[in-house]
């Protein structure tokens, strides 16, 4: 009963597994799942509405399955952006052609149509996952790694090395932490390239992201210290070096995992609000997060809502991150 329970429970973590490898895997892979680059514009085709994508095909009174095709769309109204599918001709989706996952020679394929600059919005959404997933990984990874290594020294060593790190720490996580943020992003220059944006907010949101889990590891420490293979380990001559390398940091890693795990997530909103706000990856490079700030317009939104993609995307991860993180958990 217990073992079918526990069978039952890691079914939504293997869904939430296989998503985010999805996710992830378009991520790495953007240049071959998105059809254009998100660079790309197209000033004829301005918030052009998702292509529909045609799998059957009536004949002879039977229906018969067919390569998926598409019809190009006209622009019929400039100003009120109205388009109209010209059923003239039909043009198939080829896969793996190209160098690309699928594509439309001849009419162009918009999954999930196209921005104000008619840049698709589909492979805007792959190439800002590159960012938005990956700097959560990589704070969370950095600030884990500060908090571990400081954790560790304050619970071992005690003494003068404890109070200095405590009071650091009580000092970083008593700073208000978006405010902190958005005062910091505001001194990264305007004109520096996306990459070096990037490094800067993996660096601020690393910086103040360790305190907490350190505090945390030292009280583990604190414990495990005590424990029989630790006085063993001191007592055969082992170094406190060796001792936290071999003994200590080894057993906290459990912990650490399943920390990560539930922490990626905020960093991923801290991204993403601070590129909504304009003071993160600016245009015309793209993350989930300035993407959604054009979301922002209510009415640009009634008539686009395509454009909320990026932000479901960001909540279907962090949801999966927050349901494999329980599932260690417990």
């Not at 939504?12 to 998100?38: D, E, K, N, R």
């Not at 792959?126 to 990589?138: A, D, P, Q």
């Not at 601070?274 to 209510?298: Q, Y």
Request: hydrophobic share 50%; glycine share 10%.
């Amino acid at each position: 009963m217990s073992m079918r329970g526990q069978r039952k429970s890691g079914v939504p973590a293997a869904a939430a597994g296989v998503v985010l490898f999805i996710f992830y895997a378009c991520a790495i892979f953007a240049g071959f799942v998105a059809p254009y680059s998100y660079k790309l514009q197209d000033r004829t085709i301005p918030d052009e509405p998702p292509t529909a994508v045609h799998i059957t095909v009536r004949e002879d009174g039977r229906t018969r399955l067919v390569r998926p095709y598409v019809y190009r769309y006209v622009l019929t109204d400039v100003h009120s952006q109205t388009y109209r599918e010209i059923r003239d001709k039909r043009y198939p989706v080829r896969f793996f052609s190209g160098g690309k996952l699928f594509s439309v020679p001849g009419a162009g394929i918009h999954l999930l149509g196209t921005d104000p600059l008619g840049r698709d919005y589909f492979s805007m959404l792959v190439y800002g996952g590159r960012i938005s997933l990956f700097i959560g990984l990589i704070g969370a990874g950095i600030s884990f790694a500060i908090g571990i290594v400081l954790g560790t020294l304050s619970g071992y060593f005690g003494g003068i090395v404890d109070t200095l790190i405590m009071r650091l720490t009580e000092v970083i996580m008593s700073l208000p932490t978006f405010y902190f943020l958005l005062t910091l992003a505001v001194i990264i220059p305007a004109g520096v390239s996306s990459s070096v944006t990037f490094m800067l907010i993996v660096a601020i949101l690393s910086l103040i992201g360790w305190a907490g889990f350190a505090r945390v590891i030292r009280g583990m420490v604190l414990s495990l210290r005590e424990r029989d293979f630790v006085i063993a380990s001191k007592a055969y001559g082992d170094s406190a070096y060796g001792i936290m390398r071999k003994q200590l940091i080894p057993n906290l890693m459990y912990y650490t995992i399943v920390s990560i795990t539930l922490a990626v997530p905020g960093y991923i909103i801290s991204e993403s609000a601070l590129s909504m706000l304009g003071l993160g990856i600016r245009a015309p490079d793209v993350s989930w997060g300035n993407m959604l700030s054009e979301a922002t317009n209510i009415q640009a939104l009634m008539s686009r809502p395509w454009m909320l993609a990026s932000g479901v995307c960001i909540v279907v991860t962090i949801l999966c991150l927050n349901v494999i993180g329980d599932y260690l958990r417990s």
